[in-house]
């Protein structure tokens, strides 16, 4: 903008009225959303904080110091909950990364067709998580659902399966349907990130005689890379949050083998009115999710850097 | 060529192509043929891949079994249209301001607006729940629009932001040489250049808004004629005896307005949101 105003006094055109500086229209511009994000999640937060030292519920609430950090940390049964949210986290994102990988490169092959798979791929991310959580309570139903059907007809189980009445079998169900959700958005920006390879770079290495492996190791992958990280801490974000499929498929059970940080802070905050120690639980997930991506954001910069900024 | 495949291969390729489509569609197909068969057929065991007695019984039940399930639907929709209004009258300035102008802080406010993406509501519930119920908002459609706009505001801002980067300069820059005031050149020159961009992130906010209800209705709402349909419909499922048949009929009914809306502009909706990734 300075260079206008400059060749504006260079033209010598009279003098016009002053317009507001950038700086006081910026913000008068942000200034709205800024306000509402204040109230509705930044002050909740400091709220979120100061919940957590007192022994708040529904009756009243007095300051109880770290009692409430300190009961978690001493309990064995939250440590064991935070280690099964990172699993659920690197396992579901792993899974993601990969089908999405595969995914992309499939959509992304010259056959016909490939316009219309694209849009195949995408449902699951436009429907509510709520109603395709409904479809795949069905699907792992034991007598009726189609998976268990298969199973019993193809001879590999006797009778009807549960899938989500059994610690183990519940933890990897629950693992597919959030696998299944997070799917379409990750093979869909690795699939523009592919496309936005140059094509020369594939031409050239065509013509030296590489293979499709080859161009596909040397080529795709270090020339999406930084979406592909970008994109694994979104998606680790999402999915250590995810409630609502946990919530629907097995409400963190059975015997707690689905309960994550997030659906134990609900049942403990909202299911039992127990503010101030979900307030707990919610400030060390916040905490551990900071953590977990200054550490890798550190880990981004050094990628960004080796593959240089994707194009060159 | 370098695209050319072998028949072998151009088989492969489809055969993986299905295996990946039927693992993101198999849902969908089975609620479907859910739907479809009546309700004493659907408890058989062990297991039919086939029956003879498939009919559309179940789409006109269903609005006797769930006699709320219209109104349900017509939340959604209100839900995610205000929620939609609302978060594009917060993000539509805030955006053009990071695409365009410089101003203290600029990058430090737009890493806050992103870290709200760290936190979803889940982890803000107890005080969403207390500051809602001072304001006197909960039970009310407000109690569910209210945190839905906070969580897309970020989403919102960074994929208009994107888009209006692109816009050429020069325009707004001859009508502020003109003498056009900051606000009528953002109205009158930005804006409609923007339309499409506008367009595409609109639609986005609202199926994020359309999909992201469950949680605020679940927990903010307890009248049932305010709840949308995901919290509607989930109240059913932990009766005794659930009539699967209609609640998938019911399910599949409650996407249609939304799978409309993507199927019409999926083109757009898929380049628009990409756009980011595709730039850097």
């Known amino acids: ?312 | 060529m370098m695209d050319r495949y072998t028949k072998l291969q151009t088989a492969g390729i489809y055969a993986a192509i299905a295996v990946f489509l039927i693992f993101i569609l198999l849902p969908f197909f089975e609620m479907f043929m859910a739907s479809l068969r009546p309700l004493e057929h659907l408890f058989r065991s062990p297991y039919q891949f086939w029956s003879d007695d498939f009919s559309f019984q179940a789409y006109s039940d269903m609005w006797v079994t769930v006699p709320l399930l219209g109104r349900y639907i017509l939340n959604s929709v209100y839900i995610a249209s205000m929620v939609t209004l609302l978060t594009m009258i917060f993000v539509v300035p805030a955006a053009y301001a990071y695409a365009r102008l410089d101003f203290p802080f600029k990058n430090a406010t737009l890493g806050i607006f992103l870290g709200v993406n760290m936190f979803t509501g889940a982890v803000l519930l107890i005080p969403l729940y207390r500051v809602l119920r001072t304001m006197g908002l909960l039970n009310t459609y407000w109690a569910m629009i209210v945190p839905g706009v906070a969580f897309l505001i970020p989403t919102g801002i960074w994929l208009l932001r994107s888009y209006l980067e692109k816009i050429p300069r020069e325009l707004e820059e001859a009508a502020y040489v003109d003498g056009a005031s900051r606000m009528y050149t953002l109205r009158r020159v930005v804006l409609p250049l923007a339309t499409p961009g506008l367009i595409v992130v609109g639609v986005a906010v609202f199926i994020g808004a359309y999909a992201q209800q469950f949680l605020f209705a679940i927990t903010f709402n307890q009248k049932r004629e305010l709840q949308p349909l995901p919290a509607g419909l989930f109240e059913f499922i932990g009766y005794q005896d659930v009539t699967w048949n209609q609640m998938m009929a019911a399910a599949l009914t409650g996407i249609l307005p939304v799978m409309l809306i993507f199927l019409f502009l999926q083109k757009y909706l898929v380049a628009g949101l990409t756009a980011g990734a595709v730039k850097e």
């Open chain 1, 1 to 312: 903008m300075t260079d206008i105003a400059h060749s504006a006094e260079l033209s010598r055109k009279p003098a016009r009225k002053r317009t507001m500086p950038e700086s006081v229209f910026g913000w008068l511009l942000i200034g709205p959303a800024m306000i509402f994000i204040a109230v509705i999640v930044a002050w909740p937060l400091a709220e979120t904080i100061r919940l957590s030292f007192t022994d708040a519920s529904l009756g009243g609430e007095t300051y109880v110091g770290f009692a409430n950090y300190q009961e978690l940390l001493e309990s064995r049964r939250f440590n064991q909950t935070v280690v099964r949210t990172f699993y659920w986290m690197f396992l579901s994102v792993a899974l993601k990364m990969v089908i999405g990988l595969i995914g992309a490169t499939l959509l992304n092959a010259a056959v016909p067709g490939r316009a219309l798979f694209r849009v195949l791929v995408m449902p699951p991310w436009v429907i509510p998580i709520a109603i395709g959580m409904i479809g795949w309570l069905w699907l792992y139903n034991g007598y009726f659902g189609v998976l268990s059907g298969a199973m019993m007809s193809l001879g590999i189980t006797d009778g009807p399966f549960e899938f989500l009445a059994h610690k183990q079998s519940a933890f990897y169900s629950a693992v597919v349907a959030d696998v299944w959700v997070g799917t379409p958005m990750v093979t869909l920006f690795f699939l523009a990130a592919m496309q936005g390879v140059p094509k020369d770079l594939y031409e050239a290495a065509y013509v030296d005689g590489a293979s499709r492996w080859y161009r596909f190791r040397r080529i795709t992958i270090p020339q999406i890379m930084p979406v592909i990280v970008s994109m694994a801490l979104l998606s680790a974000i999402f999915t250590f949050n995810s409630f609502e499929i946990i919530w629907i498929l097995t409400e963190g059970g059975p015997r707690g083998a689905t309960t994550t940080l997030i659906v134990d802070t609900y049942k403990v905050a909202i299911g039992n009115f127990k503010f101030g120690e979900g307030s707990a639980r919610a400030v060390i997930i916040v905490f551990l999710l900071g953590v977990f991506s200054l550490i890798y954001l550190f880990f981004l910069n050094k990628v960004n850097r080796y593959y240089g900024s994707g194009k060159s």
